[in-house]
């Protein structure tokens, strides 16, 4: 029993079985790391794109998707700019009052 890696008629690789005697299309010549392989025949040997140099190529062709927030996602990033707007300017407010105003402020009024 051996591993066997199948082509079409044109040599392109399709699949692979494991049998007693090869197949008319098939082969023990590997083209594991190969993408779009193609068989030859006369050499034993198989041909295409190293799995690695395919991998940098796609990569490269990648445009990464920025993300759209929803309209509620969009409402909640308003509402949370509001209220850090609305933070720094109690505090900014806070900062130009007189000492004794921000404490009785800070107490309820009560002094």
Request: proline share 6%; hydrophobic share 35%.
């Amino acid at each position: 029993m051996a591993l066997y890696y199948l082509y079409d008629e044109n040599g392109n690789f399709n699949d692979t079985k494991v049998a007693d005697e090869c197949p008319a299309n098939g082969t023990l010549a590997s083209p594991v790391g190969l993408v779009a392989a193609k068989y030859d025949k006369t050499t034993d040997t198989w041909s295409g794109m190293p799995l690695d140099q395919w991998t940098k190529e796609q990569q490269a062709n990648v445009t990464p998707k920025v993300a759209t927030p929803d309209p509620l996602q969009q409402i909640l990033m308003q509402q949370t700019l509001q209220l850090a707007t609305l933070t720094e300017n109690i505090a900014t407010i806070k900062a130009q009052l007189p000492q004794s105003t921000a404490t009785s402020t800070d107490n309820g009024g009560n002094h």
